[in-house]
């Protein structure tokens, strides 16, 4: 994989590691926020252990870029979906803000380990 690559997924695992331990520990906060977007309590371990899941894949990924290929699309419509729940439910910029910058950053990645 190139450098732009390699620098995204650092930024990304920076990103996904703790979110996804918070989502997994069902931090107050975050519970706060999902409740408004539909999402049950009792889910957010399993949006955490994919997280957690795509973490593991952009880490192997390094070494296998069809891997890193993968964990980015699969990024990608993970929070291409995050963004279209905040706008179904009609949320704010700012809450919104964060998912759509994630799947710029996740569609950058994509991009990145495509490209020679």
Known sequence: MNNVANALTLLLLAVLVPTAVLDIMRNPRILAATSGLGIPAEKMPVLGGVKLLAAIGLLVG??????????????????????????????????????????????????ASIAK
């Open 62 to 111: 390094t070494d296998y870029v069809r891997l890193s290929q993968l964990t980015g699309a699969c990024l990608v419509l993970y929070f291409a979906i995050a963004v279209l729940t905040h706008l179904r439910v009609r949320d704010g910029l700012r809450n919104t803000a964060p998912a759509f910058a994630l799947l710029v950053l996740c569609g950058l990645h994509l991009l």
